[in-house]
């Protein structure tokens, strides 16, 4: 997975990030049934290319390269793929 949305997204759910995305990896989106109810927001591992615009428009900078990912938010890896799994 090339980016994490790890926990300062949790309750904030700013979408400037998805804004941004040029492959439209990042869900819920705002036009999403899911998007009230869930926490959080979530970066599709299998879509996502890796190029990091979405990084700098957080404003709460919740979305890390795995790689530098902090290890205390190391189980947003599985939390971001598993909301995916769930839609498959």
Do not use: R
């Not at 309750?11 to 804004?19: F, P, R």
């Not at 979305?63 to 938010?73: S, V």
């Amino acid at each position: 997975m090339p980016h994490v949305i790890a926990e300062p997204c949790l309750g904030t759910k700013d979408t400037s990030c998805v804004e941004v995305c040029p492959v439209d990896c990042i869900h819920p989106t705002k036009a999403e049934a899911e998007f009230a109810p869930s926490s959080q927001l979530y970066i599709d591992p299998d879509t996502c290319i890796d190029c990091g615009l979405c990084v700098d428009e957080c404003p709460v900078k919740a979305i890390f390269p795995q790689e530098d990912l902090p290890q205390e938010w190391n189980k947003y890896i599985q939390i971001n793929m598993d909301y995916y799994k769930s839609k498959s």
